[in-house]
């Protein structure tokens, strides 16, 4: 298990949905919560700058607690934080089944080298999917174009094989574009129905399963060996 002590003065950081070769994948802080992070959780994600900050509450037996920040307010529910925090904890050696959110009890599974987590499609933001014809489209979308909202714009890379290219804007949540996002991974295979594999930002590798009739969708994928940066 991570030890808590000094915890405050350590931020881990990993890549999250990492391609097969290790490359790529979005990064996320992660930080025990402690009397020095108290109230102060806000703040530190948006000094930090990372899309998503997650501040690890608790670890009792295999359950986590956790709470996730974007540089501009708390998510109930993340995927590219939970999927991290769960694959940063197996990692050293914390077998845990399950992380609880703000939105609920997030299951926690591996296969192989990929670490998914089950959530429910509506505690994901309301992202506005945005089908285009081709993925060149997709790659000439201009991120400064929205000045809003928050948008995953996607289209079929191979629709029979389930294989999406895909790019979100959340100027809502302080990310002008971000490198992977689970939620809209979650939201876009609760929509469609199917399993999908989505290649999202740079060359980032997102899976998913549509689960329980569309009630429930796994998002997943592989994560980096964590870095230990010293905040003070």
Known sequence: MPESADVSLLL???NVFVDDRGDHGNPLGILWASPSTARNEQQIAADLGFSETIFLDALEGDVAAARIFTPARELPFAGHPTVGLAAWLRSGGDQITAIEVPAGRV???TDGDLTFVSASPGWA????????SSPQEVDAVDPYAYG???????AWADE???RVRARMFAPDLGIREDEATGAAAVR??????????ILQGGGSVIHTHARRLGTQVEVGG???EARVVELR
Do not use: C, I, K, M
């Open 148 to 154: 809003e909202g928050l948008h995953y714009v996607w």
């Open 222 to 224: 592989r994560v980096s």
């Open 188 to 197: 876009l295979t609760a929509e469609l129905g199917r399993d999908l594999e």
């Open 160 to 162: 029979r094989a389930g």
């Open 125 to 132: 933001p309301e992202f506005l999917l945005d089908q285009l």
């Open 12 to 14: 881990n950081v990993v």
């Open 107 to 109: 299951r926690v599974r």
